[in-house]
């Protein structure tokens, strides 16, 4: 009896060592992270790059190819820190399409707000090329520069009225920036939440997006049923979608008022045409008009939400944290700052006067633009891209990759790499010069920067999100002077934490006006 509980005991242990701790066998001759070690520092919630520097590099370097495995939010992974193994997955989506994440997290909270339906992040196939059709003319359309530039002004107003309680927590406002930017470009809706930073949607918001990525109930759905707060934060998602989906009918209701008739197609059409070039409409309302104009199909009101989720989760916090490590780097390199600022100078004159500068403006802020690609390396704001499945058996690196495994890449690990990028620890933005280090690297070894991802399956907000730096940057340069504070918690490096958006926390500065 006894020696059969301890057999037991002892198969039971086992068992759970090898499935839980151990990749399934068929993938075992690839080299393995350690796991404990490498979740026990996600836990202690340890910054990215100590993760980077003690387990992920070290853990890829085993191997020639730059692959390992880990057991992550999408089970068993093997993960890509190689620029050339990037290159072949992300253009061959035909071999590496995206996993099923509407299945995986069905019922789930984040799933229930990233992705109830196949939406064009998740989406394979005909069914992603349907509704990028829709999205790419909206994204393609002028950009809401007066928009931004209107945006900005109402920041600094906020700024200019905390300059006596100094310092400024920068990250907290730029949030509201982008937040309130995607809000009325993308449905004319106004969160309002520059010049009320407390409030609701605004409150709703963060807490869903900060709640929602943590790594435990991502690993373990079934805690969204179990945990009280989790129950909390389903309630907040509920009151979120409800407010989207009222937003969309009354979008619909609209344009079904100004535009009655099936039969006015044509008509339609040229409307759309020409709301696209004069860029005196909304995403939604563009993506609305398009659904009809492109194929006559209408989208379904889900698979709009959908989507509108999607843009929301992919372009507000990630902007806002492009913003703040830029005006990081800038702060801790003040000679780069002042260069910036003369470039700026050049171009938008030094008139004591806020300046939206124009799209032909815009484009020659060069120095501007390596130091935004710049700041995307050395600390890009998705720490991986969306996982991928190998559809059928291949090869990554001379490894042998069998079919069905989920595959995906350590976009932070690859921008930091030491065997990639020359002192990846430095902020050089003269590493983004044509002929430079950036293109040596691409033209010798593939995809080394992977900020917006790459390929068809690329940023589709790439130029709107840019264009919101370029515009906020700009415009803060003219404006203001900065410098981080003596007891900054990002003093001696800039601390990001995060499991798939990285955040720097708070960023807090001594700002002075220049006029
Ligand atoms: C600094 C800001 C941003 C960063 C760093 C970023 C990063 C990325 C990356 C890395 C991908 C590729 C993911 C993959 O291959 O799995 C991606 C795709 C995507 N992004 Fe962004 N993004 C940003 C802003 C935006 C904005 C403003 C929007 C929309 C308003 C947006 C919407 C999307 C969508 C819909 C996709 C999926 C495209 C597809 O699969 O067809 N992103 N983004």
Redesign the pocket.
Known sequence: MRISIVVVTVSGIYFLYDTLLKPPRNIRHIPQIDLIRFWSGLIRNQTLDVIANKYTIPAASQSNAGIYTRFDFNGWTVRVNNPSLAKKI?LRPDIFP?TNQVNRLEGTIIGRFLCPTQ????ANGQQ?KD??KI?NPA?SSTMPIELFGRLSKKLFNVIDRQLDEQPIDFYDLVKCWTLDS?GLA?FDFDFNSIDNQHSEWRKRYNTIVTEMTEPLPLIFPVLDKILPYRRRLNEELIQFLNMLQDIITQKRDQLNNSSPSSSQRQEEQSTYKKRQTNNNAD?LTLMIEGASAVNGNKMSDKDLLS?LC???L???D??A??LSCIIYYLAVNQEIQQKARQEVILILGDRPKDIVPSIGELHHLTYINLIINEA?RIS???VT??A?YASQDTELGGIFIPKGTCVTMD?YEMHKNPHIWRAPESFIPERFVPGGEADQLIKKQGFPW?????????????N???T??RVLLSMLLRKYEWSLPEDSIHKEKLQTRGFILSSPGSMFLNMIRRF
């Open positions: 992300l995206k939406n064009i992040m998740f992603w509704q990028r999205a994204f995607m993308m995403l989507n999607v843009f929301f992919a372009g507000s990630t902007t944290h492009a995307l890009p704001p998705l891209v969306v991928r976009t992977l900020a917006y991802g790459h390929g068809e399956r690329g940023c589709i907000g790439m709107f999100s840019l919101e730096q």
